[in-house]
């Protein structure tokens, strides 16, 4: 069957995401979805492996998530928040507070991941100003880290081992400290703090990285960055962009591993897939620093679609999906059902890794390889895989069935051992 004409003319004028236009291969046309499956235009299927970028928790068009967002359609899909109230965002809003850990209990919307970010690095450096007076404009981040594709979010970045390293001399300077997973390297992150007093905040993603190849560290690495935070006075930032909304077991990375930030940003699974939406959710304490009769100590920052109400109100939906079915339990089960098909290759010889925690599994291979060719070879065996780095990895909807799941991993296996 030929590609559809759509795909031939928008070739001419469509630029895809992290992609070189002259070498990349044709996309592949898709004609629909449904659960966690993928129809081509060509009348064959795959399964994904990834759902979505880390979206489709609940898989492909859930009827709940379309029956919400239709609903909301026929009454207002938006209208702005400045000086307007709607009842999907003031809902949603009250409902992350109450599911977040701690005092974690002021969210602010807006449309993308990398957004949530810049609002969380503004808050901190605001925070400074109205609370001490000082002008504190740098961040430490962490080496493996990823936190987006805006000019800010990229200096938080890895600024070697990252796609961003190309804009290194464009972007502000930050602090880069290696993860501290053991006595050592928690003294050099306490050092770096005591020593660069324009710090505003500490941003991690906690427990995984995932841009880096799905890197994983343990819980005490978070509780010695927060007890360094502690120590200083300087607010400590979880990126939950991926880790959110079960992906690791819980019901974000900071409920897992007990270990509470001044600010955790939200995006991706936060609709189950279906719009773009995100938010930033503040901590009480770090809230009350905005809380003036000075309108100068107000946050100045409102992006034009920020709560939007469709998007707020598949957000609903998705959390009352998490009320209603076992996605934590499902979780669980991919869990086990990932150590059992990808441990054993550990004892491959061109296998360097096996990392498995939560919904997430990746299988790290030693040498480098074509990352366009595997991906290719992945869709002929009827799957949507699409490895990071040296790293192949799974992290697909919650509702995959055993099956799916075991074409998922058999398909690594025959790549990854032969």
Known sequence: MTDPAWLDEGLEHIWLPYAQM??????????????????????????????????????????????????????????????LAHEQAYTLATRLAALAPG?????FFCES??????????????WWRNTTGQVRSRFLAFRGGYHGDTFVTMSVCDPEDSMHSLFGPALPSQYIAALPVDDGSAVDLDRMLDTHRDIAAVIVEPLLQGAAGMRMHDVETLRRIRAACDRHGVPLIFDEIFTGFGRLGGMFAATVSGVTPDIMTLGKALTGGVTPLAA??????????????????ALMHGPTYMGH?????AANASLDLFEQEPRLEQVARIEQDLKSALEPLRDAPQVADVRIRGSVGAVELREAFDVQAMRRRFIDQGVFIRPIGKAIYLAPSYTIDAADLASLTAAIVRTAAG
């Not at 880390?54 to 026929?74: F, I, K």
């Not at 991941?113 to 605001?126: D, H, M, N, P, R």
Request: charged letters at 20%.
């Open 22 to 83: 002259k070498t990349a291969p044709r996309p592949v046309p898709v004609r629909s979805t449904h659960g966690t499956r993928i129809a081509l235009h060509d009348g064959r299927e795959l399964i994904d492996g990834i759902g979505s970028w880390w979206t489709a928790v609940h898989g492909y068009n859930h009827p709940y998530l379309l029956d919400a967002m239709r609903r909301q359609l026929e009454v207002m899909p938006h209208v702005m928040l400045g000086g």
């Open 103 to 107: 005092d974690l209990s002021k969210v």
């Open 113 to 126: 991941g990398s957004v949530a970010v810049e609002v969380a690095l503004k808050i901190a450096v605001q």
């Open 280 to 297: 930033t959710i503040a901590s009480r304490r770090i809230y009350e620093a905005f809380h003036s009769d000075d309108a100068t100590k």
């Open 309 to 313: 109400a469709l998007g707020c109100a």
